[in-house]
């Protein structure tokens, strides 16, 4: 692509009131509408001072800022372009906005999480993002590692993360995430919780699944609910929390004596072949695999105490191959790596494995949410930080929703991508007869979308 020839631009003058750059707010922000966002803020969020007045009005701002790709509280100016005070009311400043957040305390971050999950309920009875919830949902929980520089930030702490396949401790935050989703749809996000960076994985999972299982009940998870999760939350807690909720759990469990024992005693005629759809890269062998065995034997996790708990364990193995071994020449006894999986899921032994492998979907999650706002958490502030982590978890959901009502591939689209060819999109103002028509870019090649996500939230002229 070049410029066109004769036609040289010479000059660029920021003059026209009546632009927008993303004129798929004005969808978006009408569905959290619908959703109840600003009335359970309303209803819920009580902050102090004058600081605190109208806080639906503040939180939207915040959530419409991250919606149009800010990631910090300066990036939050994105709201004060050109016609936007001709689309929204209540269009707070940056500087108002980082004064509003510096005022949460940790009942306060509690009640804008209460809020999000009240929206989050009216978004799955606005949309199907949990589609086939009646019958199979699955709630998979995770942690990361979000690294500051700051060496001021309140709550900050060394923590461990792996970068380039070696285990490193950097400074920073340690976000708790919960997600609700179904073999249908894609995950949306349940509940967040901010912790220091030094903070084990499984700290407040148990309560934190409590409540993600509460919702995804309210959001119509009347089937069966099976909690997902990676070793670090191989608890006695965590456990004991799906037992009393009456759900399922699946959890991967660390590969000490007692599981290595019980692995190794699978009898050698119990091994299933199975086979990736697609490769998987091997941190520990440094190779792709696309092969594996798997079994399953009965396990009593935590015995001699008070939360024994005997069920399926589940056991998948990989070949352990000698890089220096001769082509041509076996070893004697072979070698395997075992990952075990401890749950009791109703569903046969490859079903249930497939599907705990599917907690990597989280993953995606986590990448969604470091690739926009939460690439940085932008305040000195703990309870500041928290709240804006709240924040990104309903804009997140909004925009998923977002996906869904505009049909054809977007339910499963990135939000990156949803962000940017749906949200992101400039647009001219006309002011006709007191309404506004918004004039957007000729051959803009997801049109489509766009008019059924407008046309989905948006009521008929009469």
């Known amino acids: 692509m070049r410029l066109r020839y004769g036609a040289p631009v010479t000059a660029v003058t920021f003059d026209d009131p009546n632009l927008v750059s993303c004129a798929g707010l004005v969808s978006v922000m009408r569905l959290a509408e619908q959703a109840g966002l600003y009335d359970a803020v309303a209803e819920r969020v009580s902050v102090p001072t004058d600081k605190g007045a109208n806080p639906a009005g503040k939180v939207a701002t915040i959530v419409s800022g991250m919606l149009a790709g800010a990631d910090s509280i300066d990036d939050l100016d994105v709201a004060r372009h050109g016609g936007m005070r001709s689309l929204f009311?209540?269009?707070?400043?940056?500087?108002?906005?980082?004064?509003?957040?510096?005022?949460?305390?940790?009942?306060?971050?509690?009640?804008?999480?209460?809020?999000?999950?009240?929206?989050?309920?009216?978004?799955?009875?606005?949309?199907?993002?949990?589609?086939?919830?009646?019958?199979?949902?699955?709630?998979?929980?995770?942690?990361?590692?979000?690294?500051?520089?700051?060496?001021?930030?309140?709550?900050?702490?060394?923590?461990?993360?792996?970068?380039?396949?070696?285990?490193?401790?950097?400074?920073?935050?340690?976000?708790?995430?919960?997600?609700?989703?179904?073999?249908?749809?894609?995950?949306?996000?349940?509940?967040?919780?901010?912790?220091?960076?030094?903070?084990?994985?499984?700290?407040?999972?148990?309560?934190?699944?409590?409540?993600?299982?509460?919702?995804?009940?309210?959001?119509?998870?009347?089937?069966?609910?099976?909690?997902?999760?990676?070793?670090?939350?191989?608890?006695?807690?965590?456990?004991?929390?799906?037992?009393?909720?009456?759900?399922?759990?699946?959890?991967?469990?660390?590969?000490?004596?007692?599981?290595?024992?019980?692995?190794?005693?699978?009898?050698?005629?119990?091994?299933?072949?199975?086979?990736?759809?697609?490769?998987?890269?091997?941190?520990?062998?440094?190779?792709?695999?696309?092969?594996?065995?798997?079994?399953?034997?009965?396990?009593?996790?935590?015995?001699?105490?008070?939360?024994?708990?005997?069920?399926?364990?589940?056991?998948?193995?990989?070949?352990?191959?000698?890089?220096?071994?001769?082509?041509?020449?076996?070893?004697?006894?072979?070698?395997?790596?075992?990952?075990?999986?401890?749950?009791?899921?109703?569903?046969?032994?490859?079903?249930?494995?497939?599907?705990?492998?599917?907690?990597?979907v989280i993953e995606q999650v986590n990448a969604d949410l470091i690739g926009g706002p939460l690439a940085h958490l932008p305040s000195g502030r703990f309870n500041a930080n928290n709240a804006w982590l709240t924040c990104a978890g309903i804009a997140h959901n909004l925009t998923r929703t977002a996906g869904h009502l505009a049909a054809g591939t977007w339910p499963t689209a990135r939000t990156a991508t949803i962000r940017a060819r749906i949200i992101t999109v400039a647009a001219r103002l006309a002011h006709r007869a007191r309404t506004v028509h918004l004039h957007l870019p000729d051959y803009w090649p997801w049109q489509a979308a766009f008019d059924n996500l407008f046309t989905a939230v948006h009521p008929a002229p009469s």
């Open 89 to 360: 009311t209540s269009v707070y400043a940056p500087s108002t906005l980082g004064s509003f957040l510096r005022t949460f305390t940790h009942g306060h971050v509690r009640q804008l999480q209460a809020a999000a999950r009240d929206t989050l309920i009216g978004l799955s009875k606005r949309a199907p993002i949990l589609a086939g919830a009646g019958v199979l949902c699955f709630v998979d929980i995770d942690s990361m590692l979000r690294r500051v520089y700051g060496k001021q930030k309140q709550g900050i702490g060394f923590g461990h993360a792996k970068v380039g396949g070696y285990n490193v401790r950097l400074r920073g935050y340690n976000p708790l995430v919960a997600t609700l989703s179904t073999p249908l749809s894609a995950p949306v996000i349940a509940a967040t919780r901010l912790r220091a960076g030094n903070a084990g994985s499984a700290r407040g999972a148990a309560s934190m699944i409590a409540e993600t299982i509460t919702t995804a009940r309210a959001c119509g998870a009347t089937g069966e609910i099976v909690v997902r999760a990676d070793s670090a939350f191989y608890a006695k807690t965590v456990i004991s929390t799906c037992r009393r909720r009456d759900v399922r759990f699946s959890v991967t469990t660390r590969i000490d004596a007692k599981i290595r024992t019980a692995c190794e005693n699978i009898s050698a005629d119990q091994w299933i072949d199975i086979k990736y759809p697609q490769a998987v890269w091997d941190d520990d062998a440094q190779r792709w695999i696309s092969d594996a065995q798997i079994a399953e034997t009965t396990y009593t996790a935590f015995a001699g105490s008070r939360h024994a708990v005997t069920a399926r364990l589940i056991v998948r193995r990989v070949r352990r191959d000698d890089p220096t071994q001769a082509p041509g020449q076996e070893e004697l006894l072979p070698a395997y790596r075992y990952h075990a999986v401890f749950t009791d899921s109703p569903f046969t032994l490859i079903q249930a494995e497939a599907q705990h492998r599917h907690h990597a």
